[in-house]
T-cell receptor, first 113, second 115 residues
Framework: ETGVTQSPTHLIKTRGQQVTLRCSSQSGHNTVSWYQQALGQGPQFIFQYYREEENGRGNFPPRFSGLQFPNYSSELNVNALELDDSALYLC????????????FGPGTRLTVT | AQSVTQLGSHVSVSEGALVLLRCNYS??????LFWYVQYPNQGLQLLLK??????LVKGINGFEAEFKKSETSFHLTKPSAHMSDAAEYFC?????????????FGTGTKLQVIP
């Protein structure tokens, strides 16, 4: 059984640029959630996808967008990067909704300069 | 709106002592409650969860938590701390409403275990 994987591990971008982060869910899982974890903070819920449809969203602006593919892998896209977007981005997969258990990937560390 | 409060951003205990990490939540409907552990430079690992049923839930690594609706609390305990328990712990609430879900995490508690 393959766990949740994320790519890339680290990324450095410049303010104003766009970035795409990728997540492969655990085998058999059809729900993916994305979180932003700033340094010293708890994860903040960005959004969740269930069977390729957005199924919940936190308080993030529209420049944060996502996609889930038929194989249930997912992308997080952030446009017009700001310095405050620097954070660890975590992806979690689960089976169905409501979510009883989530399995987290190791995260992507994004630095915006 | 739901929220999660973790009292104490840092907690220190001696090896072998009781671990108590506090979590209070606010929610207009019965929530699902979770505790996660995060080791440095890693993702989060589920320790335990409460959805329905028995209010005392047992998790991995000897941790347990009790859901107290009257106190809106879900404190995490372990009878005897081990050095390997040193990590950051997060309490989380999942609220399901109209088929949509929103997950809220607390700000975390860093546990230090003193030999």
């Amino acid at each position: 059984e393959t766990g949740v994987t994320q790519s890339p591990t680290h990324l450095i971008k410049t303010r104003g640029q766009q970035v795409t982060l990728r997540c492969s869910s655990q085998s058999g899982h059809n729900t993916v959630s994305w979180y932003q974890q700033a340094l010293g903070q708890g994860p903040q819920f960005i959004f969740q996808y269930y069977r390729e449809e957005e199924n919940g969203r936190g308080n993030f602006p529209p420049r944060f967008s996502g996609l889930q593919f038929p194989n249930y892998s997912s992308e997080l896209n952030v446009n017009a990067l700001e310095l405050d977007d620097s954070a660890l981005y975590l992806c979690a997969s689960s089976l169905g909704i409501p979510i009883y258990e989530q399995y987290f990937g190791p995260g992507t560390r994004l630095t915006v300069t | 709106a739901q929220s999660v409060t973790q009292l104490g951003s840092h907690v220190s205990v001696s090896e072998g002592a009781l671990v108590l990490l506090r979590c209070n939540y606010s929610s207009s409907v019965p929530p699902y409650l979770f505790w996660y552990v995060q080791y440095p430079n890693q993702g989060l690992q589920l320790l335990l969860k409460y959805t329905t049923g028995a209010t005392l839930v047992k998790g991995i690594n000897g941790f347990e938590a009790e859901f107290k609706k009257s106190e809106t609390s879900f404190h995490l305990t372990k009878p005897s701390a081990h050095m390997s328990d040193a990590a950051e712990y997060f309490c989380a609430v999942t609220l399901n409403s109209g088929g949509y879900q929103k997950v809220t995490f607390g700000t975390g508690t860093k546990l230090q275990v003193i030999p």
